[in-house]
């Protein structure tokens, strides 16, 4: 079996991601967009690991957030990732294309999006990767409603079941579930550790060739 060759960019993060793997904060990046009305965004979302076979990083949200409308809206389906690791005194910005997957979205994805994997079977393997108390909000109210303390999924109403005391094996990959791809175009990369500073750009026109640039 032939083994995949990643672009320096992608070794350098996967390096940066081990270097600093005990730091819980590691793992969570700032994630840009622009709203339908042409201002940015910005929120933290979970790094949730790599698409296999691609370069492509994963989060999950939920399908009802602002967010999903920004990347639905026209052609601002774009985003910017910025991520720094505090160990190791790094920085990636990440920008590209979303691509959001979830069984509420008619998708027509094909291999280049979702290499090996399958629609369906991405988001029962990120879905079952989430914690009992993490699939709880995509049963409740939509975000921004006015807050309930106990909902009851739909598939509970009219019993004496509460979210509470449901076991995580009994949720169903929500249809509000929507698993976020990061496709990236462009990185860029900036180490304040090093001495002198480093920076590189990579480009997935240039074949993602490393350009050593001033900080």
């Excluded at 979210?163 to 009994?170: A, G, M, R, V």
Aim: contains cysteine; aromatic residues 12%.
């Amino acid at each position: 079996m032939t083994e995949t060759v990643h672009p320096v960019w992608r070794q350098r993060l996967a390096n940066s991601l081990q270097l600093n793997h005990g730091q819980i904060h590691a793992k969570y990046y700032q994630v840009a967009s622009v709203c339908p009305r042409g201002f940015p965004k910005n929120r933290t979302m979970v790094f949730r690991g790599f698409l296999p076979g691609t370069q492509h990083l994963l989060s999950v949200t939920d399908l009802r957030s602002e967010k999903i409308e920004e990347w639905q809206s026209g052609d601002k389906s774009h985003f910017e990732i910025c991520w720094y690791f505090s160990d190791s005194r790094e920085q990636f910005r990440l920008a590209g294309e979303v691509a959001l997957i979830s069984n509420n979205i008619d998708s027509r994805y094909g291999d280049l999006v979702l290499g090996k994997q399958t629609k369906e079977s991405l988001l029962k393997q990120q879905w079952s990767n989430l914690s009992t108390n993490a699939k709880k909000p995509f049963y409740s109210s939509s975000p921004k409603a006015p807050f309930d303390e106990d909902p009851i999924p739909p598939s509970q109403q009219g019993g004496l079941v509460t979210l509470s005391n449901i076991d995580s094996s009994q949720f169903e990959v929500s249809d509000n579930f929507c698993v976020v791809i990061f496709i990236p175009h462009t990185v860029d990369y900036l180490n304040l550790q090093s001495k002198p500073q480093q920076r590189c750009l990579y480009d997935i026109l240039d074949n993602w060739k490393e350009q050593f640039v001033n900080p």
